[in-house]
């Protein structure tokens, strides 16, 4: 049973520069949530989607979206790059069927550097 | 708001020796509370939660912990450290109902064992 699959996993932009990442969640998960993690802090909520929504959003500007597509895959985008966007960018997964204190399964990561 | 403290930046055991990692949570109602271990440029897994029932949980790798209502405490614990076990803990808690549905993360601890 694969994990959550998370790609690139490493990539370099520029700043000014666009960027989206993916996310495959686990087999049998609905609901996917992306995390930034930047070196040496703990992971910041950005965003959490469910039936193809937006759910809930943390304290990040509207450079950062995303999407959820039928199969339940993620994508997150972020427009106008920063030197300070530059961290490890973490997808989560969970299902909704086995209620709230489901916990949520992380994939490896996107290390995204922004030169 | 829910807020989480790790309140050491660096644990250090000789193998062999029990070892605490300390967590204290701040959430209005109840908390689902999470440990989670991250190695080395990689993703976070988790090890253990508390969503009701039991004040001592058990889970992966020999890990529990034990939660403490009244001093919103949720310490994770291991009776003999293993070289293994080091790397990076981090607590989370997510509040039960209402519209918070993301994991706020602690800021970390790094758990050195020592040979």
């Known amino acids: 049973d694969a994990g959550v699959t998370q790609s690139p996993t490493h990539l370099i932009k520029t700043r000014g520069q666009q960027v989206t990442l993916r996310c495959s969640p686990k087999?049998?998960?609905?609901?996917v949530s992306w995390y930034q993690q930047a070196l040496g802090q703990g992971p910041q909520f950005i965003f959490q989607?469910?039936?193809?929504?937006?759910?809930q959003r943390g304290n990040f500007p509207d450079r950062f979206s995303g999407h959820q597509f039928p199969n339940y895959s993620s994508e997150l985008n972020v427009n106008a790059l920063l030197l300070g966007d530059s961290a490890l960018y973490l997808c989560?997964?969970?299902?909704?069927?086995?209620?709230?204190?489901?916990?949520?399964?992380f994939g490896q990561g996107t290390r995204l550097t922004v030169v | 708001a829910q807020s989480v403290a790790q309140p050491e930046d660096q644990v250090n055991v000789a193998e062999g020796n029990p070892l605490t990692v300390k967590c204290t949570y701040s959430?209005?109602?109840?908390?689902?509370l999470f440990w989670y271990v991250q190695y080395p440029n990689r993703g976070l897994q988790f090890l253990l939660k508390y969503i009701t029932g039991d004040n001592l949980v058990k889970g992966s790798y020999g890990f529990e912990a034990e939660f403490n209502k009244s001093q919103t405490s949720f310490h994770l614990k291991k009776p003999s450290a293993l070289v293994s076990d080091s790397a990076l803990y981090f607590c989370?808690?997510?509040?039960?109902?209402?519209?918070?549905?993301?994991?706020?993360f602690g800021s970390g601890t790094q758990l050195t064992v020592l040979p």
């Open positions: 989560a997964s969970r299902t909704q069927l086995t209620g709230e204190g489901t916990e949520a399964f």
């Open positions: 989607y469910y039936e193809e929504e937006e759910r």
């Open positions: 959430v209005s109602g109840n908390p689902y």
């Open positions: 989370a808690v997510r509040r039960e109902g209402g519209s918070a549905r993301q994991l706020t």
């Open positions: 087999s049998g998960h609905d609901t």
